[in-house]
């Protein structure tokens, strides 16, 4: 039961949370690296450039959990489920990057809940 659960918190939170966190911080990174051409220069200031590290720190977790996940979901189910970072995704652009936010991506967003809604309570979710 406690591993049900485990794998269920893997799967909503950890791992769309890691997949947030993780384009957040390389939009920030852009935006540190926009001004300089690429070339060695640049690879040398993106390698010490901190939230690459952090990207690549989240990346790693959201990587060890989705492995977890994998081991007790079907991974028809998993993927679509992990589909909510689109949703997290989105809403850190528009409260973070204050990016605008269209009528058909407000539609899509609908949708996408929809979608997460409906195969969530599938019972062949339920694995």
Same mark, same amino acid.
Request: aromatic share 12%; glycine share 6%; hydrophobic share 55%.
């Given at each position: 039961? +406690?591993?049900?659960?485990?794998n269920?918190i /893997?799967?909503?939170?950890c *791992? #769309?949370?890691?997949?947030?966190?993780?384009?957040?911080?390389?939009?920030l990174? @852009?935006g540190?690296?926009? !001004?300089?051409p690429f070339g060695?220069?640049?690879?040398?200031?993106? @390698?010490?450039t #901190?939230?690459i590290?952090g990207?690549l720190?989240c990346e790693?977790? =959201? $990587?060890?959990?989705?492995?977890? +996940?994998l081991?007790?979901?079907n991974?028809?189910i998993a993927f679509? *489920?992990s589909?909510?970072s689109y949703?997290?995704? *989105?809403?850190? =652009?528009?409260? *973070? $990057?204050h990016e605008?936010l269209s009528v /058909?991506q407000?539609i =899509?967003?609908?949708?996408?809940?929809?979608?997460? $809604?409906?195969i !969530?309570? !599938?019972?062949?979710?339920?694995?």
């Amino acid at each position: 039961m +406690v591993h049900n659960r485990l794998n269920s918190i /893997l799967l909503w939170v950890c *791992i #769309p949370l890691c997949t947030t966190v993780t384009q957040t911080l390389l939009k920030l990174s @852009a935006g540190v690296l926009e !001004s300089h051409p690429f070339g060695m220069m640049w690879l040398e200031m993106a @390698a010490l450039t #901190p939230y690459i590290w952090g990207a690549l720190f989240c990346e790693i977790i =959201g $990587f060890i959990a989705w492995i977890l +996940v994998l081991k007790s979901h079907n991974l028809s189910i998993a993927f679509t *489920i992990s589909s909510a970072s689109y949703i997290l995704v *989105i809403l850190a =652009g528009y409260g *973070i $990057f204050h990016e605008t936010l269209s009528v /058909l991506q407000v539609i =899509g967003l609908v949708f996408i809940l929809s979608g997460l $809604f409906l195969i !969530s309570t !599938s019972t062949s979710a339920k694995n």
